[in-house]
């Protein structure tokens, strides 16, 4: 396919560089900030409707005329950021916005970390913007700082970012992505000229206006408007008109149904309205008030003129406002070939009807508050751990969102209500605390959606201490509707089932909860209570779903040695860092963290494998394996058998290895124990019968006192099941820490679909899943 540019959210303008033609002596200003024209180029300024034609030396390459720019003109360009998304961040708000950063080619960015706390532990490397191709990621949206600026100031009349909602706007841009910009207009309407969209961006002369900064103040004086008065081409009433019109519709409309038919109308249409209607025309040729009001609610990107008309006595000394309107539109709109100082003020008004568009969008999506929440709630709640519950992701229209359902500690005594909401295909679109008849949402419910209520009653002193949401697995073997190679699989997934445990230790559910369906638990760790729910949802493939969801935790109280600052919280327990299959459920009647003789183990950087190509490891199922769930069973092992499945071969120092990945694994135990054979996913795979010549047994002396305490694996999916005297280069050992523990078994994630054919005459190949992902668990041993 090869390369491709990315464009500024915001102004459809290049993150690369950009050049002028014959500058190659230039130093840049370090210090060049928000620029005024220097008065050469308002000298320089000449008939901006023609086109200069210039014959370009083919040896050159493509840049911008030194006659119309000047370097320090498009510095502004290398001023770069991006809006992204941090769904590990703590904190309640999730968007960050980067550190200054440049276009790496191929849809990336890398950017500084930036001063932004959302930002922290952010890999801020070839980041992918519009489109992230990595299932694990998140896209960013590249902009340049001045535009967002300009931006700020359409949505908050302040160019201070800090007054943006990062994560509303984040939702909304993300809605509006297309491959290389967002999918807006960025040509202002009665205008032919637009930033180009191709695959590179082209530093055409005649096109220089886009390059200039929007916050390029032209210099603009009261004199110079005064001179508006005279030889501005305006005619002067003629009242002898009048008389020769026999019938003006217009004339019996009142003054307020013509000011709502003027406030819909641009400028070309409103004259054309004028030429029509002598009443409309005489009525407001010199009326000084509207044509104030025109200005000031058409041209509010006109900032130099808003300075000069609002100077004391200004008024006194106009003639004509409607000569000052109608210059100020001719001079400020966006044309090939634009010249001049006004060239920032014409790609300002460009720009800020892009803005328009964006803010229509975020002002929808501004979420209107339910009520006040206590301020030492509001101040120390925080959402430490959001995982991904619905699968596929890509949203039309998805928004980052949270829910307070506790809005004081009163709260926690009263009687209270849960209503969740469901589609017609049983996911789960929302759900809603009720308190004192104050409704508090997170998703979406039954009001805008074809969705059914079902509502749970709690009892005075009764209160969440834990959600399970039990989600369908995904199938990656699922057929795909791409025609591409490799096809990612047609799958789907969400919530279709809901747990929630009690303070009083009583657990109650909606929905599916006992058909099998896997389990993402949302538990509040010691210290913290549930005040509500955090996460982003959004309208996927039709259906409104929560893409990404977890519990708004605060503490009850703060410690006394810093009243000023929240208790921290701990990293996520190892029992939502996964979606578990029922595996891990079932361990001797209580969860496997529950479990007392069994400890979890994730080694970070040590055997954890992979991530998967096709899906976020928060929607890849997790399962348990465990060969010894007490020390009864660890003594009465005697093999371990995997099913593994070739998937190539490689070169190594000791010749050519052949490449195998597991596909399921089985326990076998002492005939006098009576245990039946334990196994990882099933006995069989896609319902065929393992092969024999396909199994690999590694035999353990459980009765004997023989422990497994070493594992290892080669990063890449690879598995060691044979002697250590047969190992090749690269593999890893991950011994147990504790000389009195053993291993217990594993835990597994197969997601990668593949298909191995020796052959090689068959290309694509959906037969297997790959292992992505090992943990193991321990348990105490004798000593």
């Known amino acids: 396919m090869g390369s491709w540019h990315c464009y500024c959210m915001v102004c459809c303008g290049p993150m690369t560089e950009v050049f002028i033609r014959d500058n190659e002596n230039y130093i840049k200003d370090p210090n060049a900030g928000i620029r005024t024209v220097r008065e050469e180029d308002g000298q320089a300024e000449g008939n901006h409707d023609q086109r200069e034609e210039e014959k370009e030396r083919t040896d050159e390459r493509p840049g911008y005329d030194p006659k119309v720019l000047q370097p320090v003109d498009i510095d502004w360009t290398e001023n770069c950021r991006v809006l992204g998304i941090n769904a590990r961040c703590t904190r309640l708000s999730k968007a960050f916005i980067s550190g200054q950063g440049s276009y790496d080619d191929y849809g990336g960015m890398t950017c500084g970390q930036g001063d932004d706390p959302n930002c922290e532990g952010v890999e801020v490397e070839a980041m992918s913007c519009y489109i992230d191709y990595n299932s694990n990621g998140d896209s960013v949206f590249p902009f340049h700082m001045d535009c967002f600026k300009l931006l700020c100031r359409y ?74 008065q005279h030889g501005a081409g305006l005619a002067s009433l003629d009242q002898v008109l009048g008389n020769k019109v026999k019938s003006d519709p217009f004339s019996n409309l009142p003054p307020e149904i013509t000011d709502q038919i003027f406030s819909a109308l641009d400028d070309e249409s409103l004259l054309n309205l004028f030429q029509a209607s002598w009443m409309l025309h005489s009525t407001h040729h010199n009326n000084h008030d509207f044509w104030m009001r025109r200005l000031r609610d058409e041209m509010e990107w006109f900032f130099e003129l808003h300075e000069v ?30 010249k001049g100082k006004y060239m920032g003020v ?70 209270k209500t849960l209503d969740t909401f469901w589609d017609s295909e049983g996911y789960l679109t929302g759900m809603a605390v009720t308190i004192s008849n104050q409704r508090r949402l997170l998703g979406f419910d039954n009001k805008e959606h074809d969705v059914q209520k079902r509502t749970l009653q709690f009892q005075k002193y009764e209160w969440i201490s834990g959600i399970i949401l039990h989600i369908p697995p995904i199938d990656p073997l699922a057929p795909s509707v791409s025609p591409t190679y490799p096809k990612p699989p047609n799958t789907l997934t969400s919530p279709k089932g809901i747990s929630i445990r009690m303070s009083t230790g009583v657990t109650i559910s909606v929905g599916e909860t006992g058909v099998g369906h896997c389990q993402r638990p949302l538990i509040s760790p010691s210290g913290q209570t549930v005040v509500g729910m955090a996460g982003n ?79 976020h490891d928060d929607i890849v199922p997790h399962e348990a394996f465990l060969w010894a769930q007490n020390r009864s069973q660890l003594q009465a092992l005697k093999t371990l058998t995997i099913y593994s499945v070739q998937t190539g071969t490689r070169p190594t120092s000791r010749g050519v290895e052949i ?37 690999e047994t590694f035999e353990i002396d459980g009765p004997g006192g023989e422990r497994i305490i070493e594992l290892s694996a080669r990063m890449g999916r690879e598995f060691l099941w044979q002697a250590h005297g047969n190992v090749s280069d690269g593999w890893r050992f991950i011994t147990v820490p504790d000389g009195h523990e053993a291993l217990a078994g594993l835990i597994l994630a197969w997601s990668d679909p593949f298909g191995y054919d020796p052959a090689g005459s068959t290309f694509d190949l959906r037969t297997h899943t790959r292992l992505d992902y090992l943990g193991i668990v321990t348990t105490k041993c004798e000593e």
Not at 358 to 366: D, L, S, V
Not at 667 to 692: C, H, K, Q, W, Y
Request: hydrophobic share 40%; charged share 20%; net charge negative.
């Open 346 to 415: 014409a790609n300002r008004r460009r720009i800020w009807f892009a803005c328009g568009q964006i803010a229509t969008c975020y002002r929808a999506k501004i979420a209107v508050s339910t009520g006040e929440t206590d301020e030492f709630i509001q101040t120390n709640a925080a959402s430490p751990y959001t995982s991904i519950i619905s699968w596929p992701t890509a949203s039309s229209d998805q928004a980052f969102a949270h829910s307070f359902w506790i809005s004081s500690w009163d709260d926690l005594y009263t009687s």
């Open 537 to 615: 949802v959004g309208i996927i493939q039709g259906k409104p779903r929560i893409i990404r969801a977890g519990l708004l935790l605060c503490p009850r109280s703060l410690p006394t040695a810093s009243l000023a600052l929240p208790s921290e919280i701990p990293n996520p327990p190892l029992a939502q860092a996964f979606l578990w299959t029922q595996s891990a459920f079932q361990v001797q009647g209580r969860p496997l963290w529950e479990n007392e003789q069994l400890r979890l183990r994730i080694f970070k950087g040590g055997l954890a494998m992979q991530p998967s190509n096709y899906f």
């Open 309 to 338: 008309v609002q100077s004391p006595g200004f008024s006194d000394r106009i003639s004509s406002m409607k000569a000052i309107y109608l210059w100020a539109s001719l001079k400020s709109k966006p044309r090939f070939g634009c």
């Open 659 to 695: 490449t195998k990945t597991i596909g399921n694994l089985r326990a076998d135990f002492d005939d006098a124990s009576g245990l039946d054979p334990l196994f990882a996913r099933s006995a069989e795979v896609n319902g065929t019968p393992i092969p024999d010549n396909m199994l």
């Open 155 to 228: 949505l908050a009349g302040s160019d201070d970012i800090g007054l943006i909602d990062k994560d509303v706007m984040y939702g909304v841009v993300r809605s509006l992505a297309g491959s290389a910009c967002l999918n807006l207009d960025y040509a202002l309407p009665g205008t032919n000229v637009e930033p180009s969209q191709d695959q590179f961006w082209d530093c055409i002369p005649g096109e220089d206006l886009f390059v200039v900064s929007p916050l390029r103040m032209a210099p603009l004086s009261t004199a110079e408007i005064e001179k508006l």
